[in-house]
């Protein structure tokens, strides 16, 4: 696949910035580009427009802009929000003996992306990389409900209900009043609505922006785990969720 020479030119110059060299002039982006300042001209204007380029005033050398601190600061937090969670998912995986997962909001699905599977609950629908439905899971329920109300609005757009089990949520305005539900108790609970014969508990995760950055949720065997229990379990569940929260920041 050919590559898009202007893309490739605007990323160049800003692999020209380091930590000797914070501020560059026009002409010595051009001297290292080799680039005519009338192309460069174009390139750093439209780098600026985006945030990714500064300027602190007309004809002030050029420094890379808050823009990339954001987006690093996203691609840092896609790391290691996993590698945080991962010794309390094993902790509460130990403790329960049930199988834990961590997911993440991935358009109008979850999606797993670490698992700790138990001694006391083999759970074998889900794996790292799996979708899952959001209105048959808690983790889902959880990914959703602390969304933006134009989020929420949006991924319920024309979103199929569609029924695992007899437990399944089918309808939007009852699914809405779960949402409503999960945001008061700080929870959710799928009440073998995936699954027939698996109950599951979730709760958020937070970072430092006080954004919802995953979800954590515990999956039990009906039949192995009596209500008691499962409500116990729950409460573990809330103690790791705001542990790795607060590790992150929150």
Known sequence: MPLIQAVER????LELFNEQKVELNLAEISQQ??????????LLK???AQGYIEQTEANAPYRLGVKLLERGYLVQRSRDFIAVARPYLEKLSEETGQTV?????DGKSGVYVDKVEGTRSIIVYSRIGRR?????????K???AFQSPAVIGKTLDGYDFA??????????????AALAKVRSDGFAVDEQENVRGCRCAAVPVWGHDRKLVAAISISTVVENVSMDE????????KTIGASVSHELGY
């Open 10 to 13: 605007a990323l160049n110059i």
């Open 33 to 42: 580009t080799g680039l005519h300042k009338s192309t460069l001209h174009s």
């Open 46 to 48: 439209t780098l600026q």
């Open 101 to 105: 997962h961590l997911g993440v909001l």
């Open 132 to 140: 899952m439905p959001i209105h048959t899971t808690a983790i889902g």
């Open 142 to 144: 959880v990914l959703l």
């Open 163 to 176: 029924s695992s089990t007899e437990n399944t949520i089918t309808e939007c305005a009852v699914y809405e």
């Open 230 to 237: 499962f409500k116990s379990f729950i409460e573990q569940l």
